[in-house]
C-alpha cells in the first residue's frame, strides 16, 4: 500500500459566509464549515444540516472523507450527495461523505469531480495545519497532482490555513482532492507500456482508494469554510506509451 499526504479543507455558513463574498469559481454544489471550539465547550450536534464539523480549538483532529456510502458492501457504493455523518470532531475523528463515480480499469469517463476552495474565517490570529493522507491497494499506482504518495518528512504539513488580519482569503485546494497515475494490472507497482493512465481524476471515483483523511492541527482556529463547486475538468484517461 502507498500512504499519501493530502488536505481537505470546510466550509462556514451563517455570519462566518457574510465575510466572504467571493463566489465559487463554478457552481456552488456543497459548503461546510468546520468549526474549532474549546474542549471544555460541548457543542450542539443537532440542526448541523450536514454542513458543520466541529474541532477543538487547540489540537489535531482526523477528519475522514469517502464515497463509499456502504463500506459493509464490497466494492464502491457511490452516493450523489455530501452528508456529515460524524460531526463531533473533539473526540479525535469526524466523518464526511462526498458524491462519487465508481471509475475503473475498463471506464471511458473519470466520472464527477468538484473544484475545491478553502478560506479560513473567524478572529485574526488563529490559523490550522493540514496533512492529508491517503492509501490504495496494489490494483492502483497512484499519484496527487500535487505532491505524491509518499510519506512526506515528520514534522512537516501539506497545508495551512492562517487568519490572517484584513478580508479573508480563499485558497484552491483542488489539486489535492485529484489524483493522476495508472492501472496497475499486472501489479508489477509501475506503471508499465500499454497501461490504461488517469490525470486529475477525483480521487473518490477510484475503487482502489481504501482510506483519505486530512490530520488537521488547530491552532486558535474559529472557523474553516470549505466549498466544493462544480468541476471545471474532470480529468483525463490515456495510456502508458512504449506498448
Known sequence: MKMSRIVLALAVAGTALAQNNNPCPGEKEYQVNIIGVPKSKNPDMTNTSGHRIFV?????????????????????????????????????SATLVVPCTNVNVDSTSTGICFDVWATPLGTPGGKAQVDVVCTFDSTVVGDLVEGSCENVPLGSFDFELVRNAGKPVQKDITN?????GCFDTDLSGTCDPGEKTFNNVWIFNLEALQSYFWEYDNQGLRVSMIRFCEGTD?????VVPGA
Open 176 to 180: 489535492f482532492m485529484r489524483a493522476s
Open 234 to 238: 474532470c480529468g483525463s484517461f490515456g
Open 56 to 92: 477543538p480549538l487547540t489540537g489535531q483532529t482526523n477528519i475522514y472523507m469517502t464515497g463509499d456510502t456502504d463500506s459493509a458492501t464490497a466494492g464502491l457504493q457511490c452516493g450523489n450527495s455530501f452528508q456529515v455523518t460524524d460531526a463531533n470532531g473533539t473526540d479525535g
